[in-house]
């Protein structure tokens, strides 16, 4: 079933392109999946970090999420998929949420999406400098806020022994961008 997911996640994403970059977009649902399944993660959460921006990004839909991968992977696509008629804050802030109240899978997907996010903002910062902030519908106060806030919630409500070791990552990387 993963290697399903990353071709649906390929065939959807087809012809996108990341911000600030030339690289392919499949890139980033790539990288997602795999520290989910580095981690240890069930199948079903590896296939939601393939699947992740499908609906958010593409013309398919949740039922197709579902036709393909069944209900965990659609619910889990579902929780991170931001509604895009809302404000970048409202939809920021119900990321937010939901990384304090998810599951261990729905926090693991999310900072993985986070982390991935964040490494490719630093290897911009390193070849564009400061100039990168503007492409963003928020600039760096904002952006600083999310990140930090997302690392300041990740491990509620979970036993030390849960953390996956990539939520320490992220935490260093959001220090290591905003402070």
Same mark, same amino acid.
């Given at each position: &079933?993963?290697?399903?997911?990353?071709? +649906? =996640?390929?065939?959807?994403?087809?012809?996108?392109?990341?911000?600030?970059?030339?690289?392919?977009?499949?890139?980033?649902?790539?990288?997602?999946?795999? *520290?989910?399944?580095?981690?240890? #993660? *069930?199948?079903?959460?590896?296939?939601?970090?393939?699947?992740?921006? %499908?609906?958010?990004?593409?013309?398919?839909?949740?039922?197709?999420?579902?036709?393909? #991968?069944?209900?965990?992977?659609?619910?889990? %696509?579902?929780?991170?998929?931001?509604?895009?008629?809302?404000?970048?804050?409202?939809?920021?802030?119900?990321?937010? /949420?939901?990384?304090?109240?998810?599951?261990?899978?729905?926090?693991?997907?999310?900072?993985?999406?986070?982390?991935?996010?964040? /490494?490719?903002?630093?290897?911009?910062?390193?070849?564009?400098?400061?100039?990168?902030?503007?492409? +963003?519908?928020?600039?760096?106060?904002? /952006?600083?806020? #999310?990140?930090?806030?997302? =690392?300041?919630? &990740?491990? %509620?409500?979970?036993?030390?022994?849960?953390?996956?070791? +990539? +939520?320490?990552?992220?935490?260093?990387?959001?220090? /290591?961008? #905003?402070?």
């Amino acid at each position: &079933m993963i290697k399903e997911a990353r071709n +649906f =996640a390929a065939e959807a994403h087809k012809g996108q392109k990341r911000k600030n970059s030339n690289t392919d977009y499949i890139v980033h649902p790539e990288r997602v999946a795999e *520290s989910l399944l580095k981690a240890g #993660f *069930s199948t079903e959460v590896v296939c939601a970090g393939y699947l992740h921006d %499908v609906v958010e990004d593409t013309s398919y839909t949740l039922k197709d999420i579902e036709k393909e #991968f069944g209900g965990e992977v659609k619910a889990l %696509v579902d929780a991170h998929t931001e509604n895009k008629s809302k404000s970048w804050q409202e939809r920021k802030s119900h990321t937010i /949420q939901s990384v304090r109240e998810g599951s261990l899978e729905l926090k693991a997907l999310i900072v993985a999406d986070k982390l991935d996010n964040l /490494q490719s903002l630093n290897q911009d910062l390193e070849i564009n400098g400061d100039k990168v902030w503007s492409n +963003f519908n928020a600039g760096y106060t904002h /952006q600083k806020w #999310f990140y930090q806030s997302v =690392a300041e919630v &990740m491990g %509620v409500g979970l036993k030390e022994k849960d953390v996956p070791a +990539f +939520f320490n990552t992220y935490r260093k990387l959001v220090k /290591q961008t #905003f402070d």
